[in-house]
């Protein structure tokens, strides 16, 4: 293109030069600055609102905005004060002209998008990295991904950031990610909203963290996938850490955690269910995100390798008994349809199992292991706990996140749901012993947290009441939780089916305001659809959870109750008031 004869360019200052009529490019704008025989050139919007950078001021080879000091190195494009960098453009001057190639390099423009994205997480500017996104989305369109659009590559940078720089392995951010990405692809939420409230969550535990160093341990790898649990046991982390990458690489993410992590998180309650979650997670991401897999399955085994079992504590004694009792197990055959299949149905008294997982930690992990010994199938038992836990949520007592001297939030009965929902997604291909720990495990989780159920029966108006002249999203936004419980009792299952759709950008982006809060209201509201979707059984108890969990204001800082515990801690040694 070009710009016209050098001398039309003054020494050191901005000058803004636009194609010429006909030459196809008449919306592009680029401002220039003459530097003796050469001439830089940039795009003249500044990119970070969009202000003519023609406009702006030039000393010692730096271009100033002038109207938010952003500052850009005419001899790169490079940032040097503010956030993204500006596109620069070589310039010849021929004959005395000056000529600028518009051509795009589009490997190292996508480098360079990539590189913004990571910048702005690394500084915690969501807004920034999403501008980065959508630059990056318009170079690289034939990679767009249904219900993504142009943000497909620039999502999959934060799947491939979170994992690298989670200090302790994976997160609730990478967990927020794959669900907002689900929804998004379903048309629910908008994939632009989606990037902003992920970017958010995944940045925010690791502002100004480098990613983590790859190290590559020489250990032995013969029995590769049951030396994984090995290493996890004795705390070899980067041994384990080590071994499923090389994992990853030869077989792939799939088949490495099939053979080595789900085995290991069966027999365990990690983290209050987040390694079974977060597991389930990584895997969504994985099949999404496939670049990043070996990340994502480094970053979940990291993150299993610091976890506290909950069945190695006092308090889990019975659960933990009964997960081993699983392994002297042996699976009743199989019945054939016509025989036996009905019969077991038929046999499987759903609403007296539940009631006794809902009884307590005893009664729910005896009624799973008689059931067991009966040859039940230990997904419909991992489903009729995910009912117990849907109903133990719906009941869950407010008064308990009003108590100073009580460290218990309704997030702690959210991970029974979710704990439940990821257990049945990682049973597929694998043995019984596998699902019945998971089942096992699920059944005393949710028993355990029955001191979480309210002792009193909010008033509900009646149906007629609640569904006159008012929609179940209306009363969602409006935070009144009785009369959204009222209109969810009275849908269909194809009105509960379309009440997950219109709740969803609610869960999303105005339910909660800290990351980890919304991270885990999408993530139960996603368990409890997927919970009543795949329940042959289903009813309204799903969707009532849902909303009794979701509408309702939290306090998201409980500044009394820190400082009471702590006082109270320093005074007599004692911790606060648990659920078990």
């Avoid at 006909?22 to 919306?27: F, I, L, P, V």
């Avoid at 997480?121 to 999403?130: E, V």
Wanted: proline share 5%; aromatic share 6%; hydrophobic share 45%.
């Amino acid at each position: 293109m070009d710009l016209g004869p050098l001398v039309s360019f003054p020494e050191g200052s901005p000058v803004l030069r636009k194609p010429t009529a006909g030459s196809g490019a008449t919306s592009r704008r680029f401002v220039c600055v003459r530097s003796g025989d050469a001439v830089h050139a940039l795009d003249d919007r500044c990119p970070h609102q969009g202000y003519p950078l023609s406009q702006g001021s030039v000393r010692d080879g730096v271009l100033t905005c002038e109207w938010h000091n952003w500052k850009f190195d005419l001899k790169t494009g490079g940032c040097l004060f503010g956030g993204e960098p500006v596109r620069r453009y070589p310039t010849r001057v021929v004959e005395g002209r000056v000529h600028l190639d518009t051509t795009l390099d589009v490997s190292r423009e996508s480098e360079r998008f990539v590189a913004g994205i990571r910048a702005a997480l690394l500084d915690d500017d969501p807004a920034r990295a999403l501008r980065e996104a959508l630059r990056l989305g318009a170079l690289t369109q034939a990679r767009r991904g249904r219900g993504l659009g142009d943000l497909k590559d620039g999502l999959g940078v934060l799947a491939l950031d979170g994992a690298e720089r989670a200090q302790w392995g994976f997160d609730h951010g990478l967990a927020l990610l794959a669900d907002t990405c689900t929804w998004a692809s379903r048309g629910w939420i908008d994939a632009a909203e989606a990037f902003v409230a992920a970017a958010a969550a995944v940045a925010e535990p690791s502002r100004n963290r480098s990613p983590r160093p790859v190290i590559a341990h020489d250990v032995d790898r013969a029995d590769e996938p049951n030396a994984v649990a090995e290493d996890l046991i004795a705390e070899r982390r980067e041994d384990a850490e080590s071994r499923v990458r090389h994992l990853v690489r030869t077989r792939g993410a799939l088949a490495t955690a099939r053979a080595a992590l789900v085995p290991y998180v069966s027999r365990r309650l990690l983290d209050y269910g987040h390694g079974t979650i977060f597991l389930a997670k990584a895997l969504e991401l994985e099949a999404r995100f496939p670049r990043a897999a070996e990340a994502l399955m480094a970053a979940v085994t990291l993150q299993l390798a610091w976890a506290t079992d909950e069945l190695a504590l006092p308090p889990f004694t019975t659960t933990r008994e009964a997960v081993v009792a699983v392994d002297g197990l042996a699976p009743s055959p199989r019945p054939s349809p016509s025989k036996g299949a009905g019969r077991r149905a038929r046999d499987f008294d759903r609403p007296a199992y539940e009631a006794a997982v809902l009884e307590g930690e005893r009664a729910g992990v005896d009624a799973t292991l008689a059931a067991l010994r009966e040859g039940g199938d230990p997904v419909a038992l991992l489903r009729a706990i995910g009912h117990a836990a849907a109903v133990r949520l719906a009941r869950f007592d407010r008064a308990w996140e009003e108590r100073t001297d009580a460290e218990v939030g309704v997030l702690d009965v959210t991970h029974a749901v979710t704990f439940v929902d990821a257990a049945i997604a990682l049973s597929t291909a694998q043995p019984f012993d596998v699902v019945a720990r998971f089942a096992v495990a699920g059944a005393g989780f949710v028993g355990k947290l029955r001191k979480a159920d309210t002792a009193t029966v909010e008033s509900s108006p009646s149906a007629r009441d609640a569904s006159a002249g008012a929609s179940l999203i209306d009363a969602v936004r409006a935070r009144d939780v009785v009369r959204a419980r009222s209109i969810a009792d009275t849908l269909d299952a194809e009105g509960r089916r379309t009440a997950y759709r219109d709740i969803a950008p609610f869960a999303a982006f105005e339910a909660a305001v800290r990351p980890i809060f919304y991270a885990h209201t999408v993530k139960t509201t996603e368990a409890l659809r997927r919970l009543e979707e795949n329940d042959p059984q289903a009813d309204g108890v799903y969707l009532r959870a849902c909303v009794s969990y979701v509408v309702p204001r939290r306090r998201e800082r409980a500044f009394a109750r820190t400082a009471a515990i702590a006082r109270s801690f320093l005074a007599n040694g004692r911790p606060p008031v648990g659920l078990y």
